[in-house]
């Protein structure tokens, strides 16, 4: 989608060169990159994430070292308990590994889709940052990434970095 939009720019631009003036058209440049390195609401978005999921990875660490105590446990006192006693304790050794294998499963997905919906999001702001910046200081056209070369002076990235920053 992104390359499409970029051709149908440079397309519309190349139609318009032949009935505007090249010097007339102000082209700016943006290191989506950067901003998404940079820009606070990266920080604030990491942040909120780890809060959100903070409580089911401590029940992870939690179960993790059951497991391990289990697995001490069994492999100490295996050879002084019965048969069925050993049996039993596997079975439910193997329970939890399985559900702690599911949890964490779950958690990664969970923690992906959190993670797609603030990217999305992110994504949403830079643009309408981007839009500001370009209204406001008359950009004629501006482009993200997939650009072979983009002098200083026609990258606004740091502009729009700031424009994140007020918000």
Known sequence: MNKLLQLLLIGSFAF???????ADVKIGFVNVEQI?????????????????????QQELERMAKQIKDHETSLDKDSL??????????ERDLSNMKIDFQRKQRELREDVNLRKNEELSSLQDRINKAVTSVAESEGYDLVVYSGVAYASKKADITDKVLKSLGKK
């Open 36 to 56: 998404l390195k940079d820009a606070p609401q990266t920080a604030e978005s990491g942040r909120k994430l780890e809060k959100e999921f903070s409580g089911r």
């Open 80 to 89: 002084t308990m019965s048969e069925t006693d050993r049996r039993n304790k």
């Open 16 to 22: 318009a060169a032949g009935t505007v003036n090249a």
